[in-house]
């Protein structure tokens, strides 16, 4: 089964601040990876697809990059409405999230 | 517009059984490869399984935590993808979303309690 390690767990971060959030695969997984944005009581929204593309509708300020091993989201510029959980998801081989990293406001 | 509706979910006991469903439209489901991931309170997300289009082969996968007690199956007829569960456990507890690519459904709440 292919691992994805996601860090940092939480973080604590002020409107405008740049973050950076890292998923690491247990084994190479080409760009077969998303990231999914998650709110209290609702359902995931996918941001970003095939590492670095994004997902129609999702404001400019998110990007993705890596491939083989290592990937990040990078949200540029930090919005009241971007606190949230976010997630990798490998699907490469079957499916593996990573373990979530929850974004507060400091 | 694409649309999962997940229905079925309640209070089981340990041991017990309990079927959820999937209706979804805005798609031509009898081409799609389907899955089902569920949601721990307060935990993380956690894949449970896919199913392949019957074009496809129509084969299942299975996360390891599952294997043996769920099942997944689908009727293009009407639309519906089905997640089978037996032998439930506490551990079973949590929100069971179906997903065609990007899109999720809004989930149904699964409680094996005794």
């Known amino acids: 089964d292919i691992q994805m390690t996601q860090s940092p767990s939480s973080l604590s971060a002020s409107v405008g601040d740049r973050v950076t959030i890292t998923c690491r695969a247990s084994?190479?997984?080409?760009?077969?990876l998303g990231w999914y944005q998650q709110k209290p009581g609702k359902a995931p929204k996918r941001l970003i697809y095939?590492?670095?593309s994004l997902q129609s509708g999702v404001p400019s300020r998110f990007s993705g990059s890596g491939s083989g091993t290592e990937f990040t989201l990078t949200i540029s510029s930090l919005q009241p409405e971007d606190f949230a959980t976010y997630y990798c998801?490998?699907?490469?081989?079957?499916?593996?999230f990573g373990q979530g990293t929850k974004v507060e406001i400091k | 517009e694409v649309q999962l509706v997940e229905s079925g979910g309640g209070l089981v006991k340990p041991g017990g059984s309990l079927r959820l469903s999937c209706v979804v439209s805005?798609?031509?489901?009898?081409?799609?490869?389907m899955s089902w991931v569920r949601q721990a309170p307060g935990k993380g997300l956690e894949w449970v399984g896919r199913i392949k289009s019957n074009i496809d082969g129509g084969t299942t996968e299975y996360a390891t935590p599952v294997k043996g007690r769920f099942s997944i199956s689908r009727d293009d007829s009407k639309n519906i993808l089905y997640l089978e569960m037996n032998s439930l456990k506490t551990e079973d507890t949590a929100v069971y979303y179906c997903i065609w690519r990007p899109w999720w459904g809004q989930g149904t709440l699964v409680i094996v309690s005794s």
């Open positions: 998801l490998q699907h490469n081989t079957l499916w593996t």
């Open positions: 095939a590492a670095s």
């Open positions: 084994q190479g997984i080409g760009n077969d």
């Open positions: 805005g798609f031509t489901f009898s081409s799609a490869w």
